[in-house]
């Protein structure tokens, strides 16, 4: 069985590294666009 616990941790780390890939999509994305 999940604990509420976990599951809170579970979901925090879920929005961390969605938020992370993010930041870095549209930090690629801005660089990629002032190189053309």
């Known amino acids: 069985m999940i604990t509420d616990e976990q ?8 929005g961390i ?5 993010i930041v870095v999509y549209h930090a ?3 660089t990629a ?3 053309n």
């Open 7 to 14: 599951l809170n941790t579970l979901a925090i780390t879920c």
């Open 28 to 30: 690629i994305f801005s």
């Open 33 to 35: 666009k002032k190189l």
């Open 17 to 21: 590294v969605t938020f992370s890939l």
